[in-house]
């Protein structure tokens, strides 16, 4: 069983389009977050959802909205896609009291033409 | 805040050789130190934590790191490296209180050859 899913894992998609990516954890945390990765790997958290709750949203076009339905989801949608929006976008997920440990999901491959 | 500097972009090395991946880190409270490795075009997988206690940390694969303090530093090692870590490694740094980012370095990418 994957511990935190995110679908698509591939998306090809053009400037101005809007996307979602959805991610889903089954290890039972209580906190998710978004990472996003760009082409030169750097790392870089842009979001984190506590209970549902928004505990971290660092400095982000409002174009990028997190939505978190329950403490198991956290989807990230994308509005007027452009094309610096390229890059890998990982979710993640940890429990709170457990040494800020966060587990990854395998990665969502966003390219946009 | 914290940050981590990885001053190693690229390691080359021979199958067989050891190795060591440098992570220094500032912050101005206690943290936690993580290493993840992410083989290409996957997802970022956990290789060891340092949280408290021993400073010597063992992880996955045969790797190990020392946290030092006085040094602010994380260092992973391996004594002899397999073709199949090749990989990029990132360290990373949290504060130990509350809810607190990860905050990553640069990531060094290990090559491993024959």
């Known amino acids: 069983d994957t511990a935190v899913s995110q679908t698509p894992k591939y998306l090809v998609t053009q400037m101005g389009n809007d996307k979602s990516i959805k991610c889903e954890q089954n290890?039972?945390?209580?906190?998710m977050y978004w990472y996003k990765q760009d082409s030169k790997k750097f790392l870089k958290i842009m979001f984190s959802y506590n209970n549902k709750e928004l505990i971290i949203n660092e400095t982000v076009p409002n174009r990028f909205s997190p939505k978190s339905p329950d403490k198991a989801h956290l989807n990230l949608h994308i509005n007027s896609l452009e094309l610096g929006d390229s890059a890998v976008y990982f979710c993640a997920s940890s429990q709170r009291g457990n040494g800020n440990t966060i587990y990854f999901g395998e990665g969502s491959w966003l390219t946009v033409v | 805040a914290q940050s981590v500097t990885q001053l190693d972009s690229q390691v080359p090395v021979f199958e067989e050789a050891p190795v060591e991946l440098r992570c220094n880190y500032s912050?101005?409270?206690?943290?936690?130190l993580f290493w993840y490795v992410q083989y290409p075009n996957q997802g970022l997988q956990l290789l060891l934590k340092?949280?408290?206690?021993?400073?010597l940390v063992k992880g996955i694969n045969g790797f190990e790191a020392e946290f030092n303090k006085s040094q602010t530093s994380f260092h992973l090692r391996k004594p002899s490296v397999h073709i199949s870590d090749t990989a990029e490694y990132f360290c990373a740094v949290s504060g130990n209180t509350g809810f607190q980012k990860l905050v990553f370095g640069t990531g060094t990418r290990l090559l491993v050859s024959p």
């Open positions: 912050s101005s409270v206690s943290v936690y």
């Open positions: 340092y949280l408290s206690g021993s400073t």
């Open positions: 290890l039972g945390h209580d906190t």
